[in-house]
């Protein structure tokens, strides 16, 4: 119903940058808000930044400061601007939404297929 294509991951020496993007499409009437998490071998997968539709954004601490997250609701695209990287970024990215379907009045989430960084020291 919602396809999420995310592109802009890649390996990069630490104190580099990469931008990430995540563009939803499918039978959607509302993007409600969009993000991105990580997931390192052996570890969870954890936030790193939601934005809301209002552009109410939410940041773990340890990217504060050293990431951005933006969005551009003509295009359904959400980016993840990251900079200074760290060799502890290392992580399969995943792009998350949280959308209105068209024709329901429920929210629905839908998860990228997950996109590579790797940060060498």
């Known amino acids: 119903q919602v396809q999420l294509v995310e592109s802009g991951g890649g390996l990069v020496q630490a104190g580099g940058s990469l931008r990430l993007s995540c563009v939803a499409s499918g039978n959607i009437f509302s993007i409600n808000a969009m993000g991105w998490y990580r997931q390192a071998p052996g570890k969870q997968r954890d936030l790193v930044a939601t934005?809301?539709?209002?552009?109410?954004?939410n940041y773990a601490d340890s990217v504060k400061g050293r990431f951005t997250i933006s969005e551009d609701n003509a295009k359904n695209t959400v980016y993840l601007q990251m900079n200074s990287l760290k060799p502890e970024d290392t992580a399969v990215y995943y792009c998350?939404?949280?959308?209105?379907?068209?024709?329901?009045?429920?929210?629905?989430?839908?998860w990228g297929q997950g996109t590579q960084v790797t940060v060498t020291s």
């Open positions: 998350n939404v949280r959308v209105t379907l068209a024709g329901s009045d429920a929210d629905y989430t839908f």
């Open positions: 934005i809301t539709s209002a552009g109410r954004e």
